[in-house]
């Protein structure tokens, strides 16, 4: 398989429904899409615009600057004190990287990519852009031999679940026996509600007590999109064993993927400041205790969903039913066909809408004629 032989973009499909909800007399509310709406944080923005002579190439391994702020934040945020320099490498947005991961570390036909089952497509795109093979297991006991690459994602887009430690030691072990690299998709961990996690971090893929002390085949991938609406600056990066590290950077040395030099400065400023953050994490939190018993009052049962920007959920029948009627309520949600074939009944309710659109859905699906 090959460039040409990837599905149409699945998004495509929403069409119809969106011009359905958009012609609710109220307007639109879009909740299909994670895409922020808050402003970017002021100290950010002030950074990138005192970085805009930029005159010279940026550096893809990423500035002395921006890769010790790499590292310090792991250490401050994510319990990951071990890492020096040589462990992180900053990317163009984590997407180009989930989808490029497979042929950077050089696989190829034969090869088994594993994935969540209810899981961001691009994954599977991935694997099937350099003819791979990808299965989606969530089991660490079922991963097959032959995987060379596994994706886990926590907290998981879309269903909301979180890998807790004694979780991530048994995959990390299993990857281990099998000879693969295990790359952990954590962008939203700040983003933790339900039980523990509204008190204590999502664990990351490598804590010291996760690895053993040992970074050898763990990667960790985490986005600035989310904790920080940077989703417009494609400002990410990666963490991890030191010799995928100069691998992925020789490779992305040749062709030519290196962060904009503004960017890179923009992510210093984030990453170094954790008030923004938190004030982003109570909008979400406000959002989130008005969209989601609206979303139970309507009939929908939320699985998971306990730590990121996603409700996941379902009313017993088949997604296009749900976003349908969701759409005649002027709502549009995503359907879980996008994300495997094992979830055909869930929707994918995003909290990436303003109050007073979150607050719009919250009535609409409270009302006495909801979606059924």
Known sequence: MGVSDLADYPWDAVAPYAALARSHPDGIVDLSIGSPVD????????????????????????????????????ARRRAVPSLTPAHVLPTIGSKELVALLPLLLDLGPGDIVVHPRAAYPTYEVGARLIGATPVAI?????????????????????????????????AVRRARELGAVIASDECYAELGWDAQWAHEPVPSILRPDIIDDDERGVLSVYSLSKQSNLAGYRAAFLAGDPRIVEQLLTARKHLGLMPPAPVQAAMVAALGDDAHVAVQKELYRQRRAVLKPAVAAAGFRIDHSTAGL????????????????????????????????HFPEHVRFSLTATDERIAAAAARLSAPAGPR
């Open 39 to 74: 402003p970017t944080p002021d100290i950010v923005a002030e950074a990138l615009r005192a970085a805009t002579d930029a005159h010279a190439y940026p550096q893809t391994v990423g500035t002395p600057a921006l890769r010790e702020a790499i590292v310090d934040w792991y």
């Open 138 to 170: 969530d089991d660490p006991a079922h991963w097959p031999v032959g995987t060379k690459l596994i994706w886990i994602n926590s907290p998981g887009n879309p269903d909301g679940r979180v890998w807790d430690a004694p979780s991530l030691r048994v």
């Open 310 to 341: 996603y409700l996941w959920a379902t009313e017993g029948r088949d997604a296009w039913e749900s976003i349908e009627r969701l759409a005649r309520l002027g709502i549009l949600a995503g359907p879980g066909h996008f994300y495997g074939s």
